[in-house]
T-cell receptor, first 114, second 110 residues
Framework: DAGVIQSPRHEVTEMGQEVTLRCKPI?????LFWYRQTMMRGLELLIY????????DSGMPEDRFSAKMPNASFSNLKIQPSEPRDSAVYFC????????????FGDGTRLSIL | GQQLNQSPQSMFIQEGEDVSMNCTSS?????WLWYKQDPGEGPVLLIA?????ELTSNGRLTAQFGITRKDSFLNISASIPSDVGIYFC??????????FGTGTRLLVSP
């Protein structure tokens, strides 16, 4: 079975550029989560969706960050304009919402803003 | 906010040794999860604990959900080199949100 698929795996771009990270959740999962991982702050939840609807975006650091889920098989996270402090590994995870179900993670996008 | 503290922060052991790591919180969690993260990859679920006092095994791994629902431990028996990685505990706060611990980095010497 295909797991959560993220692209790109690595992204290096200059400060001020728009960055788009993509995620394809596991088929049939109705929850999708975006996390950011840094050495200083560990794994932080940015936003999550249920049935394509954003439920909680309280972890989104600034207005420069936005996320959408246009359909059940795709989500993207955008940063515009990007800043060096946005450099981190961004993970997408998905889960089935029946009861408390563990989240399954993609392999992440390593983002470096120069 | 809710925090999960893991100890130790890192461990360096010899292959074949047993390993024990802990996770504690000031808040009660309904469900505890243990994940392992290999370099360059996302966290992978190892064990899920749903009831206070529950003891669950997965091969050489054993985890327990504390009676107070504020702590959990993970044991690895007879460690092998592929056990190397970062181990995270995580707790559900409800509404499908997970809070992750600070992680325990495990190094295993052959």
């Amino acid at each position: 079975d295909a797991g959560v698929i993220q692209s790109p795996r690595h992204e290096v771009t200059e400060m001020g550029q728009e960055v788009t990270l993509r995620c394809k959740p596991i088929s049939g999962h109705d929850y999708l989560f975006w996390y950011r991982q840094t050495m200083m702050r560990g794994l932080e939840l940015l936003i999550y969706f249920n049935n394509n609807v954003p439920i909680d975006d309280s972890g989104m650091p600034e207005d420069r960050f936005s996320a959408k889920m246009p359909n059940a098989s795709f989500s993207n996270l955008k940063i515009q304009p990007s800043e060096p402090r946005d450099s981190a590994v961004y993970f997408c995870a998905s889960s089935s919402g029946t009861g408390i179900q563990p989240q399954h993670f993609g392999d992440g996008t390593r983002l470096s803003i120069l | 906010g809710q925090q999960l503290n893991q100890s130790p922060q890192s461990m360096f052991i010899q292959e074949g040794e047993d390993v024990s790591m802990n996770c504690t919180s000031s808040s009660i969690f309904n469900t505890w999860l243990w994940y392992k993260q290999d370099p360059g990859e996302g966290p992978v679920l190892l064990i899920a604990l749903y009831k206070a006092g529950e003891l669950t095994s997965n091969g050489r791994l054993t985890a327990q959900f504390g009676i107070t629902r504020k702590d959990s431990f993970l044991n690895i028996s007879a460690s092998i080199p592929s056990d190397v990685g970062i181990y995270f505990c995580a707790g559900f706060t409800g509404f499908q949100k997970l809070v992750f611990g600070t992680g325990t980095r495990l190094l295993v010497s052959p």
